[in-house]
């Protein structure tokens, strides 16, 4: 066809021959192939998908294809339509007996390969060695490496993957060593699947040194040292003696380098003053006593009647004539009753009141008078004083005797009060010019030590009897127009 290179014709049983077409297909502009039947006229055929029926002199017929359609009878769709051919290469059509469809192939330029001429020649990476859905990766030459989906591991993601399900226990890591996993234990675990603990503690091998104890965890262990090792292990030694390993007040002395003693006080023993021993061991209490342990020693805690430090002594205080206010005693030697007084009695019996008034110095200060009491005495204290002695100074100032804002001065004995301007009196209690101090119609005027009158002009004379001081004329005199000024001090009779 086209009257050009490149086709070639088959041989067939029922038809003459078919066309395979190479260079000029793609240059088919409305028809694909013509196909020339013997015998057969158009009016007994129908061509498919549109295609135009001719008819020949010879009797045969020739089906005329839109594009996009091959065969016979314009019956096939062709592939070469959908084919998309990578990297420059160009789609050959190749028609079959019938009834089978044509195929198509990829026909690539140099150095490329595949169906659809999308690998390069020598990619390790096409087609893919990687399975199940993994992405290959090129790296040098033909190396190349599979980035596996979840759930698949190996050269080419073709094993199953068993670690994402986190099978190792207590923080071991998993690895795939196919068929089987491994997991890589943390340090004090151990098992198939990490599930055992290592019970570091265990047999001859103490990794605790220098006497330490072990004692095993969960995935470790700690050592608990003696008093002259420390660190993790017990791996440090200390001198003897530092720190102060002796207990309960026992005081350590140093052997040598490595070892010590201790002195222990009296009622501790053993290496470290560690033992405090039962003193009542070996010690019975009589008549039904209950011995108590000390420390170095023992007591017994007597029945009713019974006394001592054994509880082999009668009680001499039953029935005991002793006062009452005093503590009964059975004397050990003697076994009698012995009465220890309070103060302010004295006497076998503890019922003769001393008299504290007449036993030496006078126990009341600043010239308090004494009065005795059974058993005691009480003290009379002078005007400002106060205490069971009269030794404190009575304040006279805490009850606030001054009035008007006044400061109290406290003295031995009395108080001051320290007026402010315009008050007087022994309490401050008297507001001087409310009290009317001027006379023949003077104005009295307060002042900050005392006040003044302003007089009405006329002559001024002194009191003829002052009360307290004599009053001093700073001013006044006579004077038709003005007032006439004159001060006195406080507490002078005023008159104008």
């Given at each position: 066809?086209?009257?050009?290179?490149?086709?070639?014709?088959?041989?067939?049983?029922?038809?003459?021959y078919?066309c395979?077409?190479?260079?000029w297909?793609?240059?088919?502009?409305s028809?694909?192939?013509?196909?020339?039947?013997?015998?057969?006229?158009?009016t007994?055929?129908?061509?498919?998908?549109?295609?135009t029926?001719?008819?020949?002199?010879?009797?045969?017929?020739?089906?005329?294809?839109?594009?996009?359609?091959?065969?016979?009878?314009?019956?096939?769709v062709d592939?070469c339509?959908?084919?998309?051919?990578?990297?420059?290469?160009?789609c050959?059509?190749?028609?079959l007996?019938?009834p089978?469809?044509?195929?198509?192939?990829?026909?690539?330029?140099?150095?490329?390969?595949?169906?659809?001429?999308?690998?390069?020649?020598?990619?390790?990476?096409?087609?893919?060695?990687?399975q199940?859905?993994?992405?290959?990766?090129?790296?040098?030459g033909k190396?190349y490496q599979?980035?596996?989906?979840?759930?698949?591991?190996?050269?080419?993601?073709q094993?199953?993957?068993?670690c994402?399900?986190?099978?190792?226990?207590n923080?071991?890591?998993?690895?795939?060593t196919?068929?089987?996993?491994?997991?890589?234990?943390r340090?004090?675990?151990?098992?198939?699947?990490?599930?055992?603990?290592?019970?570091?503690c265990f047999?001859?091998?103490?990794?605790?040194?220098n006497?330490?104890r072990?004692?095993?965890?969960?995935?470790?262990?700690?050592?608990?040292?003696?008093?002259n090792?420390?660190?993790?292990?017990?791996?440090?030694?200390?001198?003897?003696c530092?720190?102060?390993?002796?207990?309960?007040?026992?005081?350590?002395?140093?052997?040598?380098?490595?070892?010590?003693?201790?002195?222990?006080l009296?009622?501790?023993?053993?290496?470290?003053?560690?033992?405090?021993?039962?003193?009542?061991?070996?010690?019975?209490?009589?008549?039904?006593?209950?011995?108590?342990?000390?420390?170095?020693?023992?007591?017994?805690?007597?029945?009713?009647?019974w006394?001592?430090?054994?509880?082999?002594?009668?009680?001499?205080c039953?029935?005991?004539?002793?006062h009452?206010?005093?503590?009964?005693?059975?004397?050990?030697?003697?076994?009698?009753?012995?009465?220890?007084?309070?103060q302010?009695?004295?006497?076998?019996?503890?019922?003769?009141?001393?008299?504290?008034?007449?036993?030496?110095a006078?126990?009341?200060?600043?010239?308090?008078?004494?009065?005795?009491?059974?058993?005691?005495?009480?003290?009379?204290?002078?005007?400002?004083?106060?205490?069971?002695?009269c030794?404190?100074?009575l304040?006279?100032?805490?009850?606030?005797?001054?009035?008007?804002?006044?400061?109290?001065?406290?003295?031995?004995?009395?108080?001051q009060?320290l007026?402010?301007?315009?008050?007087?009196?022994?309490?401050?209690?008297?507001?001087?010019?409310?009290?009317d101090?001027?006379?023949?119609?003077?104005?009295?005027?307060?002042?900050?030590?005392?006040?003044?009158?302003?007089?009405l002009?006329?002559?001024?004379?002194?009191?003829?009897?002052?009360?307290?001081?004599?009053?001093?004329?700073v001013?006044?005199?006579?004077?038709?127009?003005?007032?006439?000024?004159?001060?006195?001090?406080?507490?002078?009779?005023?008159?104008?």
């Open positions: 066809m086209n009257g050009q290179p490149d086709q070639s014709c088959g041989i067939w049983t029922t038809y003459p078919i395979s077409c190479t260079k297909h793609a240059q088919m502009a028809l694909n192939l013509l196909f020339s039947l013997p015998g057969l006229p158009c007994q055929i129908s061509c498919k998908n549109g295609g029926c001719l008819n020949h002199s010879n009797g045969s017929f020739t089906c005329l294809c839109f594009t996009g359609y091959v065969g016979d009878l314009c019956q096939f592939p339509t959908h084919k998309q051919c990578q990297n420059g290469g160009t050959s059509l190749q028609m007996r019938p089978n469809p044509p195929t198509s192939t990829c026909l690539c330029l140099p150095g490329f390969t595949g169906e659809q001429c999308q690998g390069l020649v020598g990619d390790p990476c096409f087609p893919s060695p990687c199940h859905g993994g992405s290959c990766q090129r790296l040098s190396q599979c980035q596996c989906v979840s759930g698949w591991t190996g050269k080419n993601c094993l199953m993957d068993f994402p399900a986190n099978p190792c226990a923080g071991g890591t998993c690895v795939i196919y068929p089987v996993i491994v997991c890589q234990c340090p004090g675990f151990e098992g198939h699947t990490c599930q055992h603990d290592v019970n570091e047999g001859d091998t103490n990794p605790c040194l006497g330490g072990c004692i095993n965890s969960v995935g470790s262990f700690r050592c608990v040292c003696p008093p090792s420390s660190g993790p292990l017990c791996q440090y030694r200390l001198a003897p530092s720190p102060e390993i002796c207990l309960n007040g026992g005081t350590c002395h140093e052997v040598d380098e490595r070892y010590h003693g201790c002195l222990c009296p009622g501790y023993t053993g290496q470290y003053c560690e033992v405090n021993p039962d003193d009542c061991v070996g010690n019975q209490c009589s008549n039904g006593g209950t011995c108590l342990d000390g420390l170095g020693s023992y007591s017994c805690q007597c029945l009713s009647g006394t001592g430090l054994h509880c082999h002594l009668h009680d001499a039953l029935g005991n004539a002793c009452p206010d005093a503590h009964c005693d059975t004397d050990l030697l003697t076994g009698h009753a012995v009465c220890t007084c309070q302010g009695y004295t006497g076998a019996l503890c019922n003769e009141d001393i008299d504290e008034c007449q036993m030496g006078d126990p009341c200060e600043h010239g308090g008078s004494c009065h005795n009491t059974l058993g005691s005495f009480t003290c009379r204290c002078p005007e400002g004083y106060t205490g069971s002695r030794e404190s100074n304040n006279e100032c805490l009850s606030q005797p001054c009035h008007n804002g006044a400061s109290c001065l406290d003295l031995l004995g009395k108080f009060c007026c402010p301007s315009g008050f007087s009196g022994p309490l401050c209690e008297v507001e001087e010019c409310v009290t101090h001027c006379l023949n119609g003077g104005t009295c005027l307060q002042q900050t030590q005392g006040f003044t009158c302003k007089c002009p006329g002559e001024l004379r002194r009191s003829p009897t002052p009360k307290k001081h004599k009053s001093q004329i001013g006044c005199h006579e004077s038709p127009a003005f007032y006439i000024d004159f001060y006195f001090f406080l507490h002078s009779e005023i008159l104008c």
